[in-house]
């Protein structure tokens, strides 16, 4: 399913499923991707938030806050996408074909 995205585009949602299993979540959601974009730290989300004045940090913990935490899930338990998360990635897809 991942193959048709650039290596970067992989990184950041192996980053999201990473960031999904340590809040216990049982699906890969939007905030995921965020905080896998965040993690990533290079590209135009860098450059969005350093122009926009805002902390990679500040918004990491924001979500971080927000979520509510369970037990962390195992890295060898398959967790999907949710559809919000496939829906987006569906939409930057699109975006990227322009």
Do not use: C, N, W
């Amino acid at each position: 399913m991942f193959e048709r995205y650039t290596e970067r585009a992989r990184r950041v949602i192996f980053f999201a499923r990473y960031e999904a299993s340590q809040l216990g979540s049982s699906s890969i959601e939007t905030e995921h991707l965020l905080l896998g974009l965040i993690r990533e730290g290079k590209g135009l989300t860098s450059r969005i938030f350093s122009k926009s004045h805002l902390s990679m940090e500040s918004i990491r913990k924001e979500i971080e806050g927000r979520a509510l935490y369970r037990d962390k899930v195992s890295t060898s338990v398959d967790i999907p996408l949710s559809s919000e998360s496939k829906r987006t990635l569906g939409y930057a897809s699109e975006e990227a074909e322009r």
